[in-house]
């Protein structure tokens, strides 16, 4: 900042500086006048004019200082008050453009709330029209025109599904209900929507569950499960997906494993990431990317943790570690 106002000020310096060589100068071409005297006059006037300049620094860097420490946000009262009028003139068109900047967020934020209820809205319309389609498709004869359809139906919907729950997650934890959950019935629930794409594909289930409750949200534990079923059955061909539960450590784990086609090692550090499909599998124009990336943000307000392990053609195997039920005096105070 010193510099800065040096930089700043330095055709004031240059002037003081000229008028001082100026004085000697002329003192030097005047053989009748001693020179001692002049001296006197440059050096008192150089340390006068270095205490103005230093007290002048403090006084009116005051302000610029505050501004540049700002956080840029729209918050302004860690502005210093200004004293000059060309700071004050400052001043006034900060406020300005913050009060403007303020509307247009505060108009935004109206706009995107409108757009947030109107496809909401949408989301929930549609969804009449997807029922009475699926149990038109059920009534089809020809199997195979069946197993397409009831294929192309469950994108849609679950599309539709992610769809709905990535507007909700900002507002997840005003909508978190806490409970004793039934692991079987919420998984056998969530295999049976998925089970026409399963038969096509040749796909089974082994469920082992030793430990047969969590506690948890049952509505957005349902959307991970669905998640982690919807990719084990999307990248695997003719195998089983086991899942099981246990103990471990005094909190429940429970494993979603498949046989599919893997995820590369260098991918898996990415796979949670918002639009991220894959590096080796530039052809799978199915995947969007946002799957793993909402499980991950559903999961963290839930306190569970995920861990994936996976080999390339090998499968891949997918871990929730629930918290221990003291572990949710901390979501209560959220």
Not at 176 to 189: A, H, N, Q, V
């Given at each position: ?70 956080e ?13 009028p ?52 059920e ?7 069946r ?5 192309e ?87 089983d ?7 471990h ?49 559903i ?5 569970i ?30």
């Amino acid at each position: 900042m010193i510099k800065k106002y040096l930089v700043e000020r330095r055709s004031w310096i240059f002037l003081f500086l000229f008028i001082q060589a100026l004085i000697l100068f002329i003192a030097y071409l005047d053989t009748a006048l001693p020179l001692m005297p002049f001296f006197y006059i440059f050096f008192l006037s150089t340390l006068v004019f270095c205490i103005f300049l230093s007290f002048r620094y403090h006084k009116e860097t005051k302000f610029y200082k505050s501004i540049a420490q700002w956080e840029n946000n729209l918050d302004l009262t860690t502005i210093a008050a200004p004293e000059s009028p060309f700071e004050k003139i400052i001043e006034q068109r900060i406020i300005n453009q913050t009060e403007l900047l303020k509307k247009e967020a505060s108009e935004n934020l109206l706009m995107l709330e409108q757009e947030k209820d109107d496809l909401l809205a949408w989301i929930h319309e549609v969804k009449t029209p997807l029922t009475a389609m699926h149990l038109m498709i059920e009534r089809l004869d020809d199997e195979r025109t069946r197993a397409q359809l009831t294929h192309e139906w469950l994108r849609i919907h679950l599309l539709l599904d992610q769809q709905l729950h990535q507007r909700r997650i900002p507002f997840m934890e005003n909508d978190l209900y806490i409970e004793e959950t039934d692991l079987k019935g919420l998984l056998f629930k969530e295999i049976k929507t998925l089970q026409s794409w399963c038969m096509q594909k040749g796909i089974g289930f082994e469920v082992e569950l030793e430990a047969a409750t969590v506690l948890t949200d049952a509505k957005w534990l349902a959307f991970i499960i669905r998640q982690l079923l919807t990719n084990a059955v999307k990248y695997s061909e003719s195998s089983d997906i086991v899942i099981k539960s246990y103990q471990h450590d005094g909190r429940t784990v429970l494993e979603v494993k498949d046989y599919g086609r893997g995820i590369d090692s260098k991918d898996v550090p990415r796979i949670f990431e918002k639009g991220f499909t894959s590096t080796t599998s530039h052809h799978d124009n199915a995947a969007t990317g946002m799957g793993l990336y909402l499980t991950k943000r559903i999961a963290k307000p839930l306190l569970i943790h995920i861990d994936v392990y996976s080999k390339l053609v090998e499968g891949t195997t997918f871990t929730l570690t629930f918290p221990k039920r003291n572990d949710f005096v901390d979501i209560a105070g959220m």
